[in-house]
């Protein structure tokens, strides 16, 4: 039925600044989901290769370290050029099976020089095709020492089955201009990627559902004190400060009306399965629409730039 959606919520942790390892992780991931006929499967934030736990574990902030270089320099290895290809594979899992994925991940870009890192959230739909990468728009706190801040580039929706569905990362989920630009596209499913914990989860979900009269779906990741691997650089001093859990999950569902479909789930890694019914949306827009029947364009209109920021045009 074109009105139900089978969603696979994919709670996992990375093999930590490990693309290659991590990257099967998530392939073999998208292949249950898909064995189990979800049509829809989301990982969280920045999972591809990981989320930068070190920089409030090593004195991220201080300047010119080694420690703090060399680990940048490690992550930026692990990150991902998509324009080399570096998701083809995942690609080729969403076109065999039929499945939409979004994939949060680490991306250095081409187009940016190819040496700044920005979180990311990728959509690859059913056929397999890259429709849409969004570069985080605001990284928050810590980030901001590793992470580049990126532009309305991604803001983008897709259709699947009777849905529209769209995508923010952790924190610009709170950014109200954001969301109200993916609104006003028609999204009826968001899709908010954080790197763990039902701190961010518990409390947000629930209510952009309730803002939005949309499904919403949050996806996190987890993250222990054994999850850093020994080839990591300075893990001795990384784990001088490291507690034993550092993202505990959170991943979780709301439907329409704000109310849990799924209550965030904690300490456990696997996927978490739901069928949507699309009807919901309807019925509870039926009282609120935030872009539609409960809007003024007159008084209060939002101005959008999505083109892809680039230092350098070229005109040959």
């Known amino acids: 039925m074109e009105n139900i959606l089978k969603v696979a919520l994919a709670q996992i942790s990375p093999v930590w600044l490990d693309k290659e390892a991590t990257l099967k992780k998530i392939e ?17 934030e920045a999972l591809l290769p990981g989320y930068p736990f070190w920089l409030a574990l090593t004195d991220g902030a201080a300047w010119d370290t080694k420690v703090n270089k060399e680990l940048h320099a490690h992550y930026a290895r692990n990150s991902i050029q998509i324009e080399l290809g570096e998701l083809d594979s995942v690609c080729k899992l969403a076109k065999e099976n039929k499945i939409a ?5 680490i991306e250095r870009a081409q187009n940016r020089g190819g040496h700044s890192l920005y979180c990311s959230l990728v959509y690859i739909d059913a056929s397999g095709e890259i429709k849409s990468v969004h570069r985080k728009l605001q990284p928050t706190y810590d980030e901001r020492l590793t992470w580049s801040p990126g532009d309305g580039n991604g803001l983008q929706v897709h259709p699947l089955k009777e849905f529209t569905v769209g995508g923010l990362n952790c924190w610009e989920n709170w950014m109200p201009l954001p969301r109200t630009a993916l609104y006003g596209l028609g999204e009826n499913l ?12 518990k409390d947000i979900t629930r209510f952009i559902a309730r803002e939005s009269r949309s499904f919403v779906i949050s996806v996190s990741s987890l993250m222990k004190r054994e999850d850093f691997p020994e080839t990591t650089p300075h893990l001795a001093e990384i784990l001088k400060k490291a507690p034993a859990v550092m993202a505990n999950g959170g991943s979780c569902i709301a439907g329409p009306d704000g109310e849990w479909l799924v209550e965030p789930v904690l300490d456990r890694e696997g996927l978490l399965y739901h069928n949507l019914d699309f009807n919901r949306v309807y019925e509870e827009r039926q009282n609120f629409d935030p872009v539609g029947h409960y809007s003024r364009p007159d008084v209060t209109k939002l101005t959008v ?12």
Do not use: C, M
């Not at 998208?30 to 990982?43: D, R, S």
């Open 28 to 44: 073999v991931a998208i292949q249950k989901a898909a064995n189990e006929k979800a049509e829809l499967v989301v990982f969280g």
């Open 101 to 105: 994925i979004y994939l949060g991940i």
């Open 190 to 201: 968001h899709i908010a990627v954080w790197p763990g914990s039902d701190h961010n989860t």
């Open 305 to 316: 730039n999505r083109k892809r920021q680039s230092t350098v045009e070229f005109k040959d």
